[in-house]
T-cell receptor
């Protein structure tokens, strides 16, 4: 079974703090993604990576950065957390191929106060 | 206009009912059509997918795609309380290395015993 794990299930941070969210997948997938999920807005893509050290902006990259130093690990960084970044953050991974099913982690519920 | 529109519900049905969940989309380039199920406090998991048009059946679940109307549906027969979850549709166009997914906002389903 594919497993995608995220470092924290719940996180509470203060405005202005630097926040790191970690994601690890164990199936040697090339592609990794970070989404945020908000009520009524669905999943919105923040960043994705199709290879080590490669990254591409998604739909809402402002206020975020990412790092992929190893194939299995993809980190999301909030440089200076703000209250409007309170959300559920979901990491996913997929293989490159005919059908790129995305496998999701359990999510990190981040609250910025 | 959003790429993918989905009624957020909530939808409440009695056990044993037939459930119909729907999404509309605007991008005629979409070729992959997916349904994800998300239980409370969990990440989404792929339920079914279809490529291009047509129907696909898997047990109590049937996915339908009508590309001429840009409309997809998921039918659940003999619904069970364990089907209570949020159902997300997702769509993707073909590309060489990476298929960006476009998600609906999700429909929350509650099946009452």
């Amino acid at each position: 079974d594919v497993k995608v794990t995220q470092s924290s299930r719940y996180l509470v941070k203060r405005t202005g703090e630097k926040v790191f969210l970690e994601c690890v997948q164990d199936m040697d997938h090339e592609n990794m993604f970070w989404y945020r999920q908000d009520p009524g807005l669905g999943l919105r893509l923040i960043y994705f990576s199709y290879d080590v050290k490669m990254k591409e902006k998604g739909d809402i990259p402002e206020g975020y950065s990412v790092s992929r130093e190893k194939k299995e690990r993809f980190s999301l960084i909030l440089e200076s957390a703000s209250t409007n970044q309170t959300s559920m953050y979901l990491c996913a991974s997929s293989l490159t191929g005919d059908f790129p099913e995305q496998y999701f982690g359990p999510g990190t519920r981040l609250t910025v106060t | 206009q959003k790429e993918v529109e989905q009624d957020p519900g909530p939808l409440s049905v009695p056990e044993g009912a037939i459930v119909s969940l729907n999404c509309t989309y605007s991008n005629s380039a979409f070729q992959y059509f997916m349904w994800y199920r998300q239980y409370s406090r969990k990440g989404p998991e792929l339920l079914m997918y279809t490529y291009s048009s047509g129907n696909k059946e898997d047990g109590r679940f049937t996915a339908q795609v009508d590309k001429s109307s840009k409309y997809i549906s998921l039918f659940i027969r003999d619904s069970q309380p364990s089907d209570s979850a949020t159902y997300l549709c997702a769509m993707s166009a073909e590309s060489v290395n990476f298929n960006k997914f476009y998600f609906g906002s999700g429909t929350k389903l509650n099946v009452k015993p």
